[in-house]
Each structure stands twice: as C-alpha cells, then as structure tokens.
C-alpha cells in the first residue's frame, strides 16, 4: 500500500501563491495531483510519471509547476497566480504505471490517494 499525506492549503487573495507538498512512500508510483472543487468532478492537473517526467493539463500550465525533493520522497506542487475557481480540495494521488510517458488523468485509475488539502482563494 502506497501512503501519501497532502500539505500546503490555505486561504489566500486572488494572485496569490501557494506550494502544496505531497509525501509519498513510494516515489516509483505515477503521482497525479486532483482538484475537487465544489459542483464539479475531480480533474487532473499535474502528474509525475515513472521516469520523474512531468505533465500538466492546459488549464493550469502556465501557473502551475511540479517539481520534486527525492531524497524526502516529496512531490510540490508550485501555485502562482491564483485564482477563486482554484478553490477547492487539492489531492494527490498513485498508480502503478512503469512506462515514460502520460498516463492520462482518469480518476479511477489511481489506487491510493492522501486526505486532502483545502485550498481557498478570495477574490
């Protein structure tokens, strides 16, 4: 079983910044980072895959950025600019996919998720 525990949320104003952390007991397991925000489904945002590659989906690229601490076996996840409809509860997630490449953000294909970090953005 893959434990991953989420930290980093909090409440700031619209342009604002924040570094999300997720630690993982695996760092072999292709890590995606979800948002669920009220009203809608959970989306993909970022992920790492199996040969520390990164992938980010359109919505978020130019303000978003993963990047990674191997040692602490530590994912981040970089926020700037934030925005209002960034509010929500932020999640990553992993599944067991060995290759070098995407793996598409298909919710229920990750097996082990953290609890959670809430994310709020005032306008």
């Known amino acids: 079983e893959v434990q991953l525990v989420e930290s980093g949320g909090g409440s700031v104003q619209a342009g604002g910044s924040l570094r999300l952390s997720c630690t993982t007991s695996?760092?072999?397991?292709?890590i995606t980072w979800f948002r669920q925000t009220p009203g809608r489904e959970r989306e993909g945002l970022a992920a790492?895959?199996?040969?520390?590659?990164?992938y980010y989906t359109d919505s978020i690229k130019d303000r978003f950025t993963i990047s990674q601490d191997n040692a602490n076996n530590t994912l981040f996840l970089q926020m700037n600019d934030l925005k209002p409809e960034d509010t929500g509860m932020y999640y990553c997630a992993a599944k067991w996919y060995p290759l070098c490449r995407g793996a598409g953000w298909n919710v229920d294909e990750s097996i082990y998720w953290g609890q959670g970090t809430q994310v709020t953005v005032s306008s």
């Open positions: 695996d760092k072999d397991y292709y």
């Open positions: 790492v895959g199996y040969c520390g590659d990164y």
